[in-house]
């Protein structure tokens, strides 16, 4: 089991490798964490190592073989389309799958099913910055007050709103003041918190 600096260390070997190319040197390692010195650096790339986490490579750096950062990308399901505008019947069928690092969005080793992506429809959303053609990235968690969320309403229609309450009820906000709050007659559910977008090139604006 590692350490929360152990995990710290090996999270930021893992990406500086992803996008470099190659492992940070120690020096490196000890700027980012401000460590007091070489030889605690040492050791906690030589507890890594015991841990089977990394190992030295050529040049006498410790980082991750290039299987083991493939490995750490995880393959997301893209669930359709869902609106950024008047909700719209959907059917939650995958079309697609990408690979992503679920830490660039804040989210240490996903479990099946808790994140997916949909792709956004819309103009509803716009001074959110969520564009027609984007990919929301969605967690599945509880939401606070002023998440964006995939809201299924009424347990009918699908829509990309902001949560917030309104005399103790919820209440879906859009980001664009052309379109009116959506208040749920009788049942709200989230089926997904925001945690980031993709933008495609090519995708419509």
Known sequence: MLTERQEQILDFIR???????????????????????????????RALANKGQIEQLAGRTWGLKASAVQAHLF???????????????QEQVPDETISVNPAIFGVRRP???QVWALRVHGDSMIDAHIMDGDLAVLERREPR?????????????????????????????????????????????????????????????
């Open 145 to 205: 007050e002023g998440d964006i969320i995939a809201a299924l309403v009424d347990e009918t229609t699908t829509t990309l709103k902001r949560l917030v309450h309104l005399r103790g009820r919820p209440v879906l906000r859009a980001a664009n003041r052309r379109y009116r709050d959506i208040v749920p007659e009788r049942r709200l559910e989230s089926q997904g918190v925001l945690v980031g977008l993709i933008r495609r090139e090519g995708a419509n604006r």
């Open 75 to 89: 393959e997301i399901p893209v669930f359709g389309t869902i609106p950024a505008g008047l909700p719209a019947m």
């Open 15 to 45: 990406d500086f490798q992803r996008g470099n190319g190659v492992p940070p040197s120690s020096r490196e390692i000890q700027r980012k964490f401000r460590l007091s010195s070489q030889s605690t650096v040492i050791g906690h790339l």
């Open 111 to 113: 479990g099946p099913s």
